[in-house]
């Protein structure tokens, strides 16, 4: 072997860069090892370690306060306070450091999400929820605490289009929102509201996104989850009591987090006015992802759905349930539907939701019958992949084609699946019941190396998993004009 291909081989990467850039997000939220550094990590820390720094901080200034009474040793009052500036040093820097590390992850995750236009951000939000879910295998070992890491941007992304749909439809009422109305024009060139956008409002709700339940890395959540050794499951389906004891907890040291761990973050200048502007503003922010945190904890005003409705979606498509079932999860749509039909949500909202989501997932394989040249029905199908958001019809996603002949193809092209030749409803199946269950055994150990010939309970398969497809870097390129 050549010196030059040694060294392309070591270089290479499995993945694209976009597809990289997404991976190392994740491990910026929610790691899969301890010690990289993130903003779980930096929650882990603030819940266990922080309150003995702040009590340490609270009996030097005791000490101090006693001494100064009793007007007595002048050293040891001094040498107290240098210790206790000490320890206020250190917990306002790994204040600004938490603030600093998830302020971070939101312009990164902008910079995957959002695009110079309407439409390009649109796209650059499918892709990366479809890049998501496409690191997902189903119910496979160890699925329930990828998906739980996978989770917090994933309902980030949501939230942002969801609050880019209000604006659209000219449904806002909230105040601090109604500061940012003008949102949308941002991409008409107009800087000045690009950054007061993305600093005001996108990174709040990126934030209260990612934090929303932060308080289960608090001690008590844990243990509550895992057990005093660690020998629970924590994905188990827990009893009504403990199920209460969990949320509680969970509000109670998510509030504490957002009130105490984070805050605003550090002016950099000299200009007084200019600081107060900044501390001002970064406060209202603060302010604002504690008021939606709490409303989706307990739901008064309406402004919590915002973070709610993407919540209840994720737990369906990215759930950690036991009995999980991608069959399920085009099911993500139709909770929200009767949640807004009984009241618990705001239908408006709801339907705005639905608009962008449609039935199926970003991510989602979807096997459909082909057409030929004069538009009749093939007698075959074929795989593609959920791709773009905004359907003109829920139940009629866009997707780009995977396969030609039940062979994977890299280069397919951008297709509307219409209902009538998706085979994820059962009424279609039945055209195709010639294939033969030797012929599609074939075809399906094909497509996937996971695929066990004993689960074919169907002549044709309402969905596919594209995985596989998506593992090679070649075929992570489904977002392009196809």
Not at 24 to 50: I, K
Not at 74 to 102: D, Y
Not at 399 to 426: P, W
Request: hydrophobic fraction near 35%; glycine fraction near 4%; include cysteine.
């Amino acid at each position: 072997m050549s010196k030059k291909n040694t060294v392309s081989k070591k270089v290479e990467s499995p993945d694209n860069i976009y597809t990289q850039q997404v991976k190392n997000l994740v491990d910026l939220v929610y790691p899969q090892d301890a010690g990289l550094g993130s903003v779980y990590e930096d929650a882990r820390h603030f819940f266990s370690v922080t309150p003995s720094l702040e009590d340490h901080a609270h009996d030097l200034k005791m000490q101090i306060n006693s001494l100064r009474q009793t007007q007595k040793a002048p050293e040891k009052v001094e040498q107290l306070k240098q210790k206790l500036k000490k320890a206020q040093l250190k917990l306002e820097e790994e204040r600004l450091n938490r603030v600093s590390r998830v302020h971070d992850v939101a312009y990164k995750l902008l910079n995957l999400c959002e695009g110079d236009s309407y439409e390009e951000t649109q796209l650059l939000s499918a892709k990366f929820l479809g890049t998501i879910m496409l690191q997902t295998r189903g119910k496979v070992t160890g699925f329930q605490r990828l998906h739980q890491r996978l989770k917090p941007l994933y309902k980030a992304v949501l939230t942002l289009r969801l609050t880019d749909k209000m604006f659209q439809e000219q449904t806002v009422k909230n105040p601090y929102l109604l500061k940012h109305k003008d949102a949308l024009s941002r991409f008409d060139g107009n800087r000045e509201v690009l950054e007061k956008w993305r600093a005001g409002l996108a990174v709040p709700l990126i934030c209260a996104s990612i934090l929303q339940d932060i308080g289960l890395q608090s001690i008590e959540a844990l243990v509550l989850l895992r057990g005093e050794d660690k020998e629970l499951d924590e994905f188990r389906v827990l009893e009504a009591e403990k199920r209460k004891a969990l949320l509680k907890y969970n509000y109670q040291y998510t509030m504490d987090y957002l009130k105490k761990g984070l805050g605003i973050p550090k002016y950099i200048g000299n200009d007084k006015d200019e600081r107060d502007e900044f501390v001002t503003f970064h406060k209202a922010a603060s302010q604002f992802v504690q008021v939606i945190a709490k409303d989706a904890f307990v739901s008064k005003s309406g402004l919590g759905e915002l973070l709610k409705i993407p919540q209840i979606y994720t737990s369906i498509v990215l759930s950690t349930k036991p009995d999980y079932s991608r069959k399920e999860l085009p099911k993500g749509y139709l909770l929200i539907e009767q949640l807004a039909r009984k009241g618990v949500l705001n239908e408006k909202l709801a339907e705005a939701f639905i608009k962008i989501v449609g039935y199926f997932p970003q991510g989602f394989g979807i096997t459909f019958i082909p057409v030929n040249e004069r538009g009749e029905e093939k007698n075959q199908y074929e795989c593609a992949i959920v791709n773009r958001l905004n359907p003109k019809h829920p139940a009629e996603p866009k997707c780009r084609v995977a396969t030609r002949n039940l062979t994977y193809i890299a280069s397919g092209s951008d297709e509307v699946v219409t209902r009538a030749r998706n085979l994820f409803f059962a009424a279609n199946q039945k055209k195709l019941m010639r294939i033969g269950k030797d012929r599609l055994i074939e075809i399906m150990s094909q497509l996937s190396k996971d695929f066990d010939p004993e689960d074919v309970d169907q002549l044709v398969p309402p969905f596919w998993e594209p995985n596989d497809f998506f593992s090679f870097k070649k075929n992570q390129n489904m977002w392009n004009k196809g």
